[in-house]
């Protein structure tokens, strides 16, 4: 657990926007806001990583809508005494070199020690940052959800002048025991690679804190290797991408912030198309182990998975763990195991999964053993071996293992991770923030790419009123789009391919034969897309509501709508749903 802040803490204003600190060993600061920090003297600790003084600034997001984030004081090996005149010599130079203020650097040395931590903290400001911010359901995504009652100290204007705003040490990560000895036993493996290099695959029911333990897992590794490798089977909530996706990413930095923050593009990469895979499982493995293929066993693997862990989910979690054969499981659940029973070595071994037989299973649920074939075990592996090792997690932070009681729903969790990848459409110098409809789209031939609609079945005459004003992914196949005249070109079947990135289609030319589409990839990348997929993921309703500048009617946005067509009230329905469990921060302009 976060030990709590003292009263003695020490904020002193640097310069314009930026502040300096001054932790005691083991002191913490739990924060909301977001800034730019630096260590300065000694080491801290945030979310696992430990900052020294070699690291440069690291960006830190600490939003209301996750739990906040705590900076702790790392206790260092106390130096003789002789030292102490060269310390604090070090401690000012470091102070100097960054432009410290002469009075900010006497306050800091008064309460200086050989084993304290200086930390220099700045305004931070980014193009995604900002475009979030500049729709108003978001606009106070850094503020705290609840002003907490505490006598303003000038300590905390300091801070504020920054962009962070001190809260209790309640509202940041709790680490249960098991959170802890789970972490350790995981960081002793992947380091010491005795017995070949650890594949972590955590799993548990939605709200038991998977993403966070990820996250701080990710970060103790970096603190001991260059990199770490991340696959992401939780298409409804992924961490590095745009929801809907399958994906593997190299992971050289600390994760110090919710996804949105951090969108990058993966080594692999599958749009899937839908934030659930129940309707079509099948599909669902196929692009695991496409995923999982890329993955060359030379640095540990973290493998996060879905929240469905019951009935069908369960079996295709146990269909899961023999696709990808970790040697190590993560279970997270809370402590009466009603969610789901252990996931023991015996039980994954003799239980029947979704498409795979348990061991003494004579018949399993099949859905076509030709296309089952291709993901059975390796010929000649020992089936009556245990396949890995189960370390249980109790989490401990309020409402756990309750999913109707999460800070936000996850739908505007999705949505945010959408406004974080189109942020990088943003231009990097500080300044206003451009509206998607004023940035100049990339034309795209109809018959240069292939087309498929993933979740649903679209009539052709229909299928360009479909993809008009879309979320697609943009995608490579192996095989050559041809065709004979000027498009569109359209998919029998979704194939599993490679996706460089998503855009919007803002635009559809019928005369010209042509699609207008918004995107961040960069042109190489683009050259090699053949291929747009349309799922069901959606473009946040604040996106197209919130269309700065526009004069009469918004263009794809229309109040007289008649709800009783069948298919029409999906947007109603998440509104009512959205009212049941008042959030302060709602991608839908209710």
Avoid at 463 to 476: E, K, P, T
Wanted: overall charge neutral.
């Amino acid at each position: 657990m976060v030990p709590p802040a003292e009263p003695g803490l020490v904020a002193v204003e640097a310069a314009e926007g930026t502040a300096v600190l001054l932790l005691a060993p083991r002191q913490a600061l739990t924060f909301t806001g977001k800034c730019r920090l630096r260590c300065l003297y000694g080491a801290v600790r945030l979310l696992g990583f430990a900052v020294a003084s070699h690291h440069p600034g690291l960006p830190v997001f600490s939003p209301g809508t996750h739990c906040a984030l705590s900076l702790e004081a790392l206790p260092g090996a106390r130096p003789p005494a002789a030292a102490l005149r060269q310390l604090r010599a070090a401690a000012r130079a470091a102070m100097r070199s960054h432009r410290v203020r002469r009075q900010a650097r006497v306050k800091v040395m008064a309460g200086f020690s050989p084993d304290c931590a200086v930390v220099l903290l700045e305004h931070l400001d980014t193009p995604v940052t900002r475009f979030l911010l500049s729709h108003p359901p978001l606009s106070r995504l850094f503020e705290p959800q609840k002003k907490e009652e505490s006598n303003f100290t000038p300590e905390d204007a300091v801070l504020a002048s920054v962009g962070i705003v001190k809260c209790s040490p309640e509202r940041g990560l709790l680490v249960s025991e098991s959170m802890c000895l789970a972490l350790e036993e995981l960081i002793q493996a992947c380091c010491a690679e005795d017995e070949g290099v650890p594949v972590v695959l955590v799993c548990g029911p939605k709200n038991t804190g998977k993403s966070t333990f990820n996250r701080y897992l990710i970060n103790l590794l970096l603190n001991r290797l260059p990199v770490v490798e991340y696959m992401e089977c939780d298409i409804g909530q992924t961490e590095f991408t745009p929801p809907g996706c399958v994906s593997l990413s190299s992971v050289t930095e600390p994760v110090l912030g919710p996804p949105f923050t951090h969108q990058q593009m993966p080594r692999k990469m599958v749009y899937y198309g839908q934030t659930s895979c129940e309707q079509d499982t099948e599909r669902y493995l196929d692009v695991v182990k496409y995923v999982f293929s890329c993955y060359k066993k030379e640095v540990p693997l973290v493998i996060n998975t879905m929240g469905w862990v019951k009935g069908e989910g369960l079996l295709l979690l146990i269909d899961l763990i023999r696709l990808l054969s970790p040697s190590h499981i993560v279970q997270m659940d809370i402590c009466d195991w009603k969610a789901m029973p252990p996931l023991t070595p015996e039980h994954v071994h003799f239980s029947a999964g979704l498409h795979t037989k348990g061991k003494q299973q004579s018949k399993c649920k099949q859905l076509g053993a030709d296309s089952m074939e291709s993901w059975k075990y390796p010929e000649g592996e020992d089936m009556s071996a245990p396949q890995h090792k189960l370390l249980y997690v109790h989490p401990e932070f309020p409402r756990a293992g309750q999913a109707g009681e999460a800070r936000v729903h996850s739908g505007i969790l999705r949505d945010m991770s959408i406004l974080g990848y189109l942020g990088h459409l943003q231009s990097p110098d500080i300044g206003a923030v451009l509206p998607l409809h004023s940035l100049v789209p990339y034309q795209v031939p109809f018959n240069a790419v292939a087309l498929r609609v993933i979740h649903t079945d679209v009539a052709p005459s229909n299928i360009m009123y479909a993809v008009n004003a879309s979320w697609v992914g943009l995608c490579c196949i192996p095989e050559e789009v041809r065709c004979q005249t000027d498009g569109p070109v359209l998919l029998t079947q979704t194939p599993v391919c490679d996706c460089l990135g998503f855009g919007i289609v803002r635009g559809v030319d019928m005369e010209k034969k042509l699609y207008h589409i918004l995107t961040p990839v960069p042109p190489e990348n683009l050259r090699l897309v053949n291929c747009l997929l349309l799922g069901n993921i959606s473009i946040p309703n604040c996106v197209l509501v919130g269309q700065q500048g526009i004069e009469g009617e918004i263009p794809y946005v229309t109040s007289d709508y008649n709800y009783s067509i069948m298919g029409s009230g999906k947007l109603r329905k998440k509104k009512q749903h959205l009212k049941k469990r008042p959030f302060p921060f709602e991608c839908d302009y209710t």
